[in-house]
């Protein structure tokens, strides 16, 4: 009977043992679960749509004015006068420069002189002809002397013409040692002070003055992109593509966007054979004055695309000058995918290759996920991303 009661104790400890086991395992199992669960992130996903997009094009420009004309003396003499400053703002035919005109004002009145000569000289060969004209006429001298006279009076002729030339360069010489803006413009620098040497050999010029009511800004296009130029736009001849170019942006030195678009008017009629490239010319308005000749910038040629795949930059990380992104796949497991990048517009990617329109990427807080981690999605609306402002 003790023996029996024993075993009994026995069975019913090792029963016990058993569930003690079956619960702990249980536990452990549940707990296990728990943790895989509280271990994966939960992380903002976005689903891959397409949207219309606009892209640039940048390619460094320099600026100069619709006229950059250099005002050069056309006569020699010493500079007596300098009526403007450097970057003065002139108005056509407000007097800029004064070369000493002395000598060019004795010149004008010899030119004068000799021209009171020659007159006088045409009004005594006239008198002759007029009184051997009757003479000749009732055979009282020989016609030999009326035609002398008449040559006499030619010569006096020409000798009055030959004098009032002398006089208009005269003029013009005189009216060169004052020198006058032919446009309206900014003056450029201006290398001679009063007193200096200056005339039709002198290397530099006075001034240059820039006409800027209008900025041109040129720019050049290698061969492949010339290429794409011709094939982009509409038009049978480069004129007409040009004419169909849309506006173009001037990106400045800071980097901000000058507020006037412009418009390309014309292409260079032939390639650097040293650059490989061919110069085209964009025409800014500048009411303000705020553009110079000799400012620097860059051009943005504008490229439409009407269905692209858009992704955020902040969505994306680099490795080895790749571009990258975690793709959510099945059991919400994520693969890093390299990226064929087409073009930026903005912030944002416009994607070439990689990956298509309904597939999932990672939006933020990737930062130390692994290759295949599983993640806990919570997804976002790419509405909220592009809602704001066309691309």
Same mark, same amino acid.
């Given at each position: 009977?003790?023996?029996?009661?024993?075993?009994?104790?026995?069975?019913?400890?090792?029963?016990?043992?058993?569930?003690?086991?079956?619960?702990?395992?249980?536990?452990?199992?549940?707990?296990?679960?728990?943790?895989?669960?509280?271990?994966?992130?939960?992380?903002?996903?976005?689903?891959?749509?397409?949207?219309?997009?606009?892209?640039?094009?940048?390619?460094?420009?320099?600026?100069?004015?619709?006229?950059?004309?250099?005002?050069?003396?056309?006569?020699? $003499?010493?500079?007596?006068?300098?009526?403007?400053?450097?970057?003065?703002?002139?108005?056509?035919?407000?007097?800029?420069?004064?070369?000493? @005109?002395?000598?060019?004002?004795?010149?004008?009145?010899?030119?004068?002189?000799?021209?009171?000569?020659?007159?006088?000289?045409?009004?005594?060969?006239?008198?002759?002809?007029?009184?051997?004209?009757?003479?000749?006429?009732?055979?009282?001298?020989?016609?030999?002397?009326?035609?002398?006279?008449?040559?006499?009076?030619?010569?006096?002729?020409?000798?009055?013409?030959?004098?009032?030339?002398?006089?208009?360069?005269?003029?013009?010489?005189?009216?060169?040692?004052?020198?006058?803006?032919?446009?309206? $413009?900014?003056?450029?620098?201006?290398?001679?002070?009063?007193?200096?040497?200056?005339?039709?050999?002198?290397?530099?010029?006075?001034?240059?003055?820039?006409?800027?009511?209008?900025?041109?800004?040129?720019?050049?296009?290698?061969?492949?992109?010339?290429?794409?130029?011709?094939?982009? #736009?509409?038009?049978?001849?480069?004129?007409?593509?040009?004419?169909?170019?849309?506006?173009?942006?001037?990106?400045?030195?800071?980097?901000?966007?000058?507020?006037?678009?412009?418009?390309?008017?014309?292409?260079? $009629?032939? !390639? =650097?054979?040293?650059?490989?490239?061919?110069? !085209?010319?964009?025409?800014?308005?500048?009411?303000?004055? #705020?553009?110079?000749?000799?400012?620097?910038?860059?051009?943005?040629?504008? @490229?439409?695309?009407?269905?692209?795949?858009?992704?955020?930059?902040?969505?994306?990380?680099?490795?080895?000058?790749?571009? !990258?992104?975690?793709?959510?796949?099945?059991? =919400?497991?994520?693969?890093?995918?390299?990226?064929?990048?087409?073009?930026?517009?903005?912030?944002?990617?416009?994607?070439?290759?990689?990956?298509?329109? $309904?597939?999932?990427?990672?939006?933020?807080? !990737?930062?130390?996920?692994?290759?295949?981690?599983?993640?806990?999605?919570?997804?976002?609306?790419? @509405?909220?991303?592009?809602?704001?402002?066309?691309?």
């Amino acid at each position: 009977m003790k023996k029996f009661k024993r075993y009994q104790l026995t069975i019913a400890l090792f029963s016990i043992g058993i569930s003690t086991t079956i619960l702990i395992t249980g536990c452990n199992s549940s707990s296990g679960s728990m943790v895989q669960a509280q271990t994966a992130p939960i992380l903002p996903v976005l689903t891959l749509t397409t949207t219309a997009a606009t892209t640039y094009q940048e390619y460094s420009a320099s600026l100069e004015g619709a006229k950059d004309i250099e005002l050069r003396p056309q006569v020699d $003499g010493t500079l007596d006068r300098i009526y403007v400053d450097e970057g003065a703002y002139v108005r056509r035919g407000q007097a800029l420069f004064l070369i000493n @005109d002395r000598i060019y004002r004795e010149q004008y009145n010899n030119a004068k002189a000799s021209l009171v000569a020659a007159k006088a000289s045409l009004v005594n060969a006239e008198i002759a002809v007029t009184k051997l004209t009757p003479l000749v006429q009732n055979n009282i001298v020989s016609d030999v002397q009326l035609k002398t006279a008449k040559a006499n009076y030619d010569v006096a002729a020409a000798q009055v013409a030959q004098a009032q030339s002398l006089v208009r360069n005269a003029q013009i010489n005189m009216g060169y040692t004052l020198i006058k803006a032919p446009v309206d $413009g900014y003056i450029g620098r201006i290398p001679y002070k009063t007193g200096s040497l200056v005339g039709l050999s002198t290397p530099q010029p006075l001034t240059i003055l820039s006409e800027t009511k209008d900025i041109h800004a040129y720019f050049s296009l290698s061969e492949k992109d010339y290429l794409q130029f011709s094939s982009k #736009f509409p038009g049978a001849t480069i004129s007409e593509k040009v004419k169909n170019m849309p506006p173009v942006e001037l990106v400045l030195a800071d980097q901000s966007v000058y507020p006037e678009k412009g418009k390309v008017q014309t292409v260079s $009629g032939q !390639f =650097n054979s040293g650059m490989g490239s061919i110069s !085209f010319r964009a025409s800014f308005p500048n009411r303000a004055g #705020f553009l110079r000749s000799g400012n620097t910038g860059k051009i943005r040629l504008p @490229d439409h695309v009407s269905k692209a795949i858009a992704i955020p930059q902040e969505a994306t990380f680099e490795l080895q000058d790749k571009v !990258f992104v975690f793709v959510v796949g099945d059991s =919400n497991k994520v693969t890093s995918t390299p990226l064929s990048i087409k073009a930026k517009s903005g912030s944002y990617y416009l994607v070439e290759d990689g990956i298509q329109e $309904g597939q999932k990427i990672v939006f933020s807080g !990737f930062d130390r996920l692994k290759e295949g981690a599983v993640i806990v999605p919570k997804p976002i609306s790419s @509405d909220s991303l592009f809602k704001v402002k066309p691309l």
